[in-house]
């Protein structure tokens, strides 16, 4: 079993649509969730971090988390074609020594048609 | 504040070359983490440096390794490529902390031919 799992993707969704990304992960010690958004050819890019349990708006991002149920999703509302990019769900398990490092899923593949 | 800057920005080397790669961090951030990234195996995390001692680790091969400065610059280097090694090696900064987050940078393409 992976660490860090997304669902497979592509996912095609229309212009205005809301998109749902998830992500489930295997360390029950894992304390922080990040999602990031690359574009082809370029580095990741922040999109949303969440520790806590419950939903965290950020514009047209919303992050979920339910660590009873080691998941963890990404909800675009009003998706825009300029959203089409790989979406990279990270995990951060707790501890000192892990602080530096997290671990990603295999990304999940969005686009956004007119 | 300026971002994160990885030097080269591309690179060719062939077989059994050694290469060294180079990231600056933000400003005032002490922690670099290293990542390679490749269609294959995604992204996957080498090494994490803190305030010029390496904290973590990942799984790869010695012929990894790398180093931090005192102004918080780190380099990393591989020693006797290989073809698989060709991808692309990200560098993340943050300040370290437990809920911080990690900022990437461009990246290097390195091809090994």
């Known amino acids: 079993q992976k660490e860090v799992e997304q669902n497979s993707g592509p996912l095609s969704v229309p212009e205005g649509a809301i998109a749902s990304l998830n992500c489930t992960y295997s360390d029950r010690g894992s304390q922080s969730f990040f999602w990031y958004r690359q574009y082809s050819g370029k580095s990741p890019e922040l999109i949303m971090f969440i520790y806590s349990n419950g939903d965290k708006e950020d514009g047209r991002f919303t992050a979920q988390l339910n660590k009873a149920s080691q998941y963890v999703s990404l909800l675009i509302r009003d998706s825009q074609p300029s959203d089409s990019a790989t979406y990279l769900c990270a995990v951060r398990v707790g501890g000192g020594t892990s602080y530096g490092k997290l671990t990603f899923g295999q990304g999940t593949i969005l686009t956004v048609h007119p | ?113």
């Open chain 2, 1 to 113: 504040k300026a971002g994160v800057t990885q030097t080269p920005r591309y690179l060719i080397k062939t077989r059994g070359q050694q290469v060294t790669l180079s990231c600056s961090p933000i400003s005032g951030h002490r922690s670099v983490s290293w990542y390679q990234q490749t269609p294959g195996q995604g992204l996957q995390f080498l090494f994490e440096y803190f305030s010029e001692t390496q904290r973590n680790k990942g799984n790869f091969p010695g012929r990894f390794s790398g180093r931090q400065f005192s102004n918080s610059r780190s380099e990393m280097n591989v020693s006797t490529l290989e073809l698989g090694d060709s991808a692309l090696y990200l560098c993340a900064s943050s300040s370290g902390q437990p809920t911080d987050t990690q900022y990437f940078g461009p990246g290097t393409r390195l091809t090994v031919l």
